[in-house]
């Protein structure tokens, strides 16, 4: 095994793993935010750890208008992480059929997975501009998103190099030559044979060892495309989850409902008819008393 062949496996699996942490820590952050703000946000380089607290550059960022989207559909909107969290996830998958398959990989397979770590790796731009420009600041666990496109983006570069070159085996170990039998049975042991050939001329005759080389498989142009395909379908798969499983309140957002009455037991409902309207009857006589003009008094003569 030439360890060439598996390096982008190796370092996609790094990186899609600790993607794939942060995005889910991300993701968890933010809908205990959404509890009228009440949660803080775990803000470290190391996904989860540290205190949660809310006056930090996480919480800062989650409440910013550019970490989810559709929040004018659903309630709180879906977080941008859990398109990552799709993406890492899948990644992850890739990667490891690279190592499990190391040089039976095809060349098409490798340029797909190039192809894939695009994706977390141009998002991960966008955000560190966002970030720079419109925050002013830098989410701890949105760097270690961005830490691990890197990663990622570094093993699809392993991936695209190792398919434009052949992978040469390191030849196995042989056991050294058996010594020759005594070809006659009858004759003394410690009789010692003479070599016609001298040792020196046996080295010279000796035909240099030739590495073996793999030839690796091309593939079909159907792995990029199907690659493709299901990284679009994983990214917004676990968004879409998410959107499904969100109450909905559209009666209550584009149309205005009214309040309903809740029934009262039989002989309260009397009780409070009644001193409503007693109460009622004692306003108006009071109200009228102050608008009644005031009696003259006729003068006395």
Not at 90 to 117: D, G, N
Not at 123 to 152: E, N, R, W
Request: charged share 20%.
């Amino acid at each position: 095994m030439n360890p060439r062949s598996v390096a982008p496996g190796i370092v996609g699996v790094v990186g899609s793993l600790l993607g794939a942490i942060a995005a889910a820590v991300s993701t968890h952050d933010y809908a205990q935010n959404l509890d009228r703000k009440l949660h803080g946000a775990h803000c470290s380089f190391i996904p989860g750890a540290g205190e949660a607290t809310t006056d930090n550059a996480c919480t800062a960022a989650m409440q910013s208008p550019y970490s989810a989207l559709l929040k004018d559909r659903y309630w709180g909107g879906i977080p941008i992480s859990l398109f990552g969290l799709g993406a890492f996830a899948f990644t992850f998958a890739v990667a490891l059929y690279l190592i499990l398959a190391r040089e039976s990989a095809p060349q098409r397979t490798r340029l797909a997975y190039f192809l894939l770590t695009l994706a977390p790796f141009g998002a991960s731009i966008v955000m560190f501009v966002i970030s720079a420009t419109k925050l002013g600041q830098f989410c701890k666990v949105c760097v270690a998103m961005y830490t691990a496109s890197v990663i990622l983006f570094v093993s699809g570069v392993l991936a695209l190099v190792s398919s434009r070159r052949p992978f040469a085996a390191v030849p196995p170990l042989t056991p050294p030559p058996k010594p020759p039998r005594n070809a006659d049975p009858s004759a003394p042991a410690d009789k010692t044979e003479v070599d016609s050939e001298p040792w020196h001329q046996k080295a010279e005759k000796k035909a240099p060892t030739e590495k073996t080389v793999h030839v690796m498989p091309v593939g079909s142009w159907a792995a990029p495309i199907g690659l493709l395909a299901a990284m679009g379908t994983a990214t917004a798969l676990p968004a879409a989850v998410y959107a499904a499983s969100l109450p909905s309140y559209d009666d209550r957002i584009l149309a205005c409902g009214k309040l309903e009455k809740p029934a009262a037991p039989e002989g309260v409902g009397r009780l409070r008819d009644r001193l409503l309207e007693r109460a009622t009857t004692k306003s108006l006589r009071r109200l009228g008393q102050r608008r009644s003009p005031p009696r003259i008094r006729p003068s006395p003569r």
